[in-house]
């Protein structure tokens, strides 16, 4: 029973920040790249709104299954060999949200719209896209992980 919880945690931790990154990928960040940096202040605050407290809950709570997944002692090579690959994973996109793209957001709204029409602005959106695909594949990588955890099981 507990092997079923922990593997269902990692699998829907790692498939929804999986999914929810792909999804900004592919969508929001196209779309915000060819904005005006007027119009990109204006709507980047608008969409961080919800995704800041609800995103860390969810890759954290990832890691504590993931962690617990690697000391469970069940006899299951899968979660005992992948598990702490699966967990620093999973903290790395806690880094790299945290302490690369998070900042980035934050110096973006405390930006007045108007600054960034000024020709010496300084577009974080090339780096903040950078930090975000490393992230999302690194979410993507422990994903495919906990589905071989899962399937070992």
């Known amino acids: ?17 999986t999914g929810v990154f792909v999804a900004v990928a592919i969508s929001i960040v196209p779309a915000l ?56 994973l999973m903290l790395a996109v806690a880094g790299v949200s945290h302490l690369l793209n998070v900042p980035i957001n934050k110096r973006v709204n405390g930006t007045s719209p108007q600054a960034a029409l000024e ?13 975000h695909w490393l992230r999302t594949g690194l979410a993507g990588a422990a994903f495919v992980l906990n589905i071989a955890i899962a399937a070992a099981g």
């Not at 029973?1 to 920040?17: E, H, Q, Y």
């Not at 020709?119 to 930090?131: A, E, I, K, L, T």
């Open 1 to 17: 029973m507990v092997r079923t919880v922990l593997d269902s945690v990692a699998l829907l931790g790692s498939g929804i920040t």
């Open 119 to 131: 020709p010496q602005w300084d577009d974080p959106r090339p780096v903040w896209r950078r930090w």
């Open 33 to 88: 790249r060819d904005m005006d940096g007027a119009r990109y202040i204006e709507v980047n605050r608008l969409l961080g709104r919800n995704w800041d407290p609800t995103m860390p809950v969810v890759v954290l709570a990832t890691v504590v299954a993931d962690a617990a997944l690697a000391g469970l002692n069940d006899g299951s090579p899968g979660a005992a060999a992948l598990g702490p690959t699966a967990a620093v």
